[in-house]
């Protein structure tokens, strides 16, 4: 039970499992109104041996039973806490009461609730939804001074016109209590509409929002409306109505960002009273609510619309997005990979993807996401290649403030932003090896703490790896923690690249082209015949990261509907791995050689570009370091025979 001065007493039940904060901060469980309290002020959680409270650090500190609070405390019933000038008192069950009218918080159980605290709060939420003394305020206006009456009719007016939902219904709203009010005999609303891009308003483009009687009676004088308008004043002048009854008319100018933009006509009968200037005050007090009121339904509208054009963009940007995810191809290669993607998608499984790079590696993990009961939640995204050692630290797992010069806010890491999603990691053999350790633990479940902090975080994150390295090479040379290559390799997929699944050549190609094509609003339809042999035998070094930069170029510079192959414009480059092709010597220079001859000096030439590894060499060559050993020594047995 919460007992503030200000706010007065309430039940807030604790959430079982969960971590309630308090503080001043309003994204607390108990929000403390006490410009003592600082903004996470402390916390009450459960734990195996009942509920406990821990101060956070807090400015002025947390009071238990009248002594300052130190480190975590167990709560007993009718325990104190004491935040500045609140007071909450901890109950495990309902809180006890004095009587059906008021609450205790003294801590002191004097018998059982009579009603349940639920149907208590429930009469509360209905008499904040229909507050009583709103619906008095008309009915006490007999035994009121006029000057009460005036302020009661304008608080009524200001809570109605707060729900009003377009410019005809504040005006109803505004003339039926101006001419309540001022004890009127009719009066009418003009606004304006449409307002020119300078704000500015013409008296013809006023027209009637509403009047009393309605319909009004005869014609609205437009020469008083050009005269408040040109002015800005309100008038009040005695005039004589068609038949000859003296009358007094209150022209009240409605203003809207500095502007007039309506008027308010209220005309008071002679035969009933006089006209007073409390009549031209009180009729200013109402067009001043009616100017508040068409300021918020104004941006109420643009926000609508605002809103609306936010969610259209949403819906394109996520189409946009699907068709650039979305994996091209037919191929049998391509084809594998989605079955295994939809065998991995379904489980909690960490996965390596491998492959060349441009190959469609992030592809394949955003494949997994989407298929997976994590599509709602966070995809994020970081290359470890593109960061030093300090930053990839940060950016992984968050920092505090003043953890290192250039600290000046506590950062949240990819970790804690993917909770509940998926986090790919692209480039994950260039990670050092002290991050791999700290990764390694939260792969395992562990929890970690940000950088410079101590509060351990604990997350709910499906890793996917991908490299273009060969992982087990960084293994044997020591560059790559052995527990963690085993950690990531749970499931491995690999991603071939575009020239080894050329099926997929042509769909992705036509692909790109409709793509660029639109975005561009070129007219250009297909591929000629030798611009489609072309792209079918180029090797693809940068796989389909180079097909998309080069159909792109060939559309943004064609002159025509049909692309030909020299506006491809292919490298030479050799694809990855591939030295080149050289030209066979001629015959004149040939010299023959045995099978064992070019393997042995294949295998020293491997062994001499290793720098000497010979563990190394083996894993380049694909055969075992035992094998490798046993041709060595057979060829140092036969030179050794030979020089005998």
Not at 323 to 331: F, I
Request: charged fraction near 25%.
């Amino acid at each position: 039970m919460v007992h503030d001065p200000a706010a007065g007493p309430a039940v807030v039940r604790l959430p079982p499992g969960e971590v309630a904060t308090l503080g001043r901060a309003p994204g607390n469980l108990i929000v403390i109104r006490d410009e003592r309290a600082s903004r996470q002020h402390a916390e009450v959680f459960f734990t195996d041996s009942g509920w406990k409270v821990r101060d956070l650090e807090s400015r002025n500190g947390t009071y238990l039973s009248g002594e300052i609070l130190e480190g975590e405390h167990p709560l007993a019933s009718g325990d104190v806490l004491a935040i500045g000038r609140v007071e909450l008192v901890f109950y495990p069950g309902d809180p006890p009461v004095e009587s059906s009218e008021g609450c205790s918080l003294s801590g002191t159980v004097v018998g059982d609730m009579p009603t349940a605290v639920d149907q208590w709060q429930a009469s509360i939420t209905h008499r904040q939804a229909k507050s009583r003394l709103l619906d008095q305020l008309r009915t006490s206006a007999a035994t009121v001074p006029r000057v009460g009456r005036a302020a009661a009719e304008l608080c009524r007016l200001s809570f109605a016109l707060a729900r009003a939902d377009g410019p005809e219904q504040v005006g109803r709203l505004a003339v039926d209590t101006a001419v309540e009010g001022i004890e009127g005999g009719r009066g009418a609303m003009l606004l304006p509409t449409s307002l020119d891009a300078s704000g500015e308003i013409a008296a013809e483009s006023l027209a009637l929002a509403a009047s009393v009687p309605s319909p009004w009676p005869g014609e609205v004088p437009t020469a008083a409306v050009a005269t408040v308008i040109a002015t800005d004043e309100a008038l009040m002048a005695s005039v004589a109505d068609l038949n000859g009854v003296p009358t007094t008319m209150i022209v009240a100018p409605i203003r809207s960002g500095g502007r007039p933009i309506g008027v308010l006509f209220l005309e008071i009968d002679h035969a009933s009273r006089p006209a007073t200037p409390d009549d031209l005050e009180f009729a200013m007090a109402v067009c001043d609510a009616v100017g508040v009121a068409v300021e918020n339904i104004s941006a109420r509208s643009e926000l609508t619309t605002k809103l609306a054009t936010a969610a259209d963009e949403n819906a394109w940007l996520k189409q946009r997005l699907g068709e650039e995810s979305r994996m091209v191809g037919k191929s049998p290669q391509l084809a594998a990979i989605h079955e295994q993607i939809k065998r991995v998608a379904t489980t909690k499984a960490t996965v390596l993807v491998r492959g060349e790079s441009g190959a469609g590696k992030e592809l394949v993990a955003r494949a997994i996401h989407d298929a997976s009961d994590r599509v709602g939640k966070p995809f994020i995204c970081l290359n470890c290649a593109a960061l030093t050692e300090t930053l990839l630290e940060s950016e992984l797992f968050g920092h505090e403030k003043g953890a290192f010069t250039g600290a000046t806010e506590r950062k949240v890491g990819k970790f804690e932003a993917a909770d509940g999603g998926t986090l790919v990691l692209d480039e994950i053999g260039e990670m050092s090896p002290a991050i791999q350790a700290k990764f390694l633990r939260v792969l395992e479940g562990h929890p970690f703490e940000r950088v410079g902090g101590s509060k351990r975080i604990r997350v709910d994150v499906r890793v996917v790896a991908a490299t273009n390295r060969n992982l087990e090479d960084a293994v044997a040379s020591g560059d790559f923690r052995r527990d963690l290559y085993f950690r990531l390799k749970v499931v491995e997929i690999y991603v071939p690249p575009l020239r080894k699944r050329r099926d997929d050549i042509e769909p992705l190609a036509r692909h790109f082209l409709a793509r660029f094509a639109a975005e561009t609003g070129r007219r250009v339809h297909d591929f000629t015949p030798e611009a489609l042999e072309a792209l079918r035998t180029y090797d693809w070094p940068g796989n389909i990261r180079e097909m998309r930069n080069v159909i792109e170029r060939a559309v943004v510079l064609s002159h025509a509907e049909f692309i030909d192959r020299p506006e491809l414009a292919l490298s030479q480059l050799p694809p990855p791995g591939d030295t080149g092709r050289h030209p066979v010597e001629s015959s004149a220079t040939y010299r023959p050689e045995s099978l064992e001859d070019v393997e042995r000096r294949h295998i020293l030439a491997t062994i001499e570009a290793a720098g000497g590894n010979k563990t190394k060499a083996a894993s380049i060559l694909g055969i075992e370091r035992s094998t490798l050993d046993r041709k060595l020594a057979r060829w140092a047995k036969r030179r050794g025979s030979k020089s005998t």
